[in-house]
DNA sequence: CATTATGGTTCGAATTTCAAACTTAGAGCT
DNA sequence: AGCTCTAAGTTTGAAATTCGAACCATAATG
């Protein structure tokens, strides 16, 4: 970087110190592709809870292990979800259990077949 | 890593190199976080279209700035887009703008409030 | 049993990391 | 103008890391 930006490697490493102090940078990641290490089945998936039991079933999703990502939002649904299967059995198995969970109104489940820009 | 596991560091360094050369690492990234350099607005979209004009839209939605993510997916919806906007005003413009697009049927929009786990 | 593949280790030179001290240059005051 | 403060760079050198080459050890295989 510094050699493409024509400055001092020193420099380069204070501004980027300086973005992480700030929290621009929030973190380096590794981007692992979950075909490749036994996932087949990579998935999106909305969810709707009546209002009163939505930190309930946010902080229940959370720690499970197949929930890879979570976020709150609100439009279409008001929790996303990405989830990693092993196959679509333990896919369908998933998505019942959470059709099942209390305050749960409706899950709206999509396979991601390819990410076609990260 | 390499004094966590008890190994020496070319033996780390040789197994990161070969899931590199495997594909399990496919990349490594920056998280930054999209409020903190003005993009307030962090959206999630599911975009269904007519099947003939499936390969068409999403050609066309993948070279845009505002898409930062973009899968196809089978399920809810067809293709999936995470796009940032700097307020909510070029966030309705560009919703306007998807729901308008040739062979587009339907766009569901969800704005992302937190993420919870990443 | 010899051979190959796999997964380690050792070693050292080249490169990178990183903090401390120092230098500008501009912005905001009086 | 003169002064001070701050943001952003540079220099420098010691410490740490990177990384290839050469070299084991072991298990699987023809």
New binding site residues.
């Given amino acids: 970087m510094a050699r493409h930006f024509g400055?001092?490697?020193?420099?380069v490493?204070?501004?980027v110190k300086?973005l992480e102090v700030i929290g621009v940078i929030k973190k380096y990641t590794i981007d692992v592709d979950p075909k490749k290490i036994g996932f087949d089945v990579d998935t999106l998936i909305g969810i709707d809870t009546m209002p009163e039991k939505y930190i309930h079933v946010m902080e229940k999703l959370r720690p499970m292990k197949e929930v890879m990502r979570l976020c709150s939002a609100s439009g279409d649904h008001m929790l996303m979800i990405e989830c990693w299967f092993q196959n679509s059995r333990d896919f369908t198995k998933f998505i019942k259990m959470l059709e099942k969970m209390d305050g749960v109104t409706k899950v709206c489940p999509a396979i991601i077949n390819e990410k076609m820009k990260c």
Same sequence: chains 1, 2.
């Avoid at 400055?7 to 420099?11: D, F, I, K, L, N």
Wanted: glycine share 0%; proline share 0%.
């Fill in positions: 400055v001092t490697e020193t420099a490493r204070k501004r300086n």
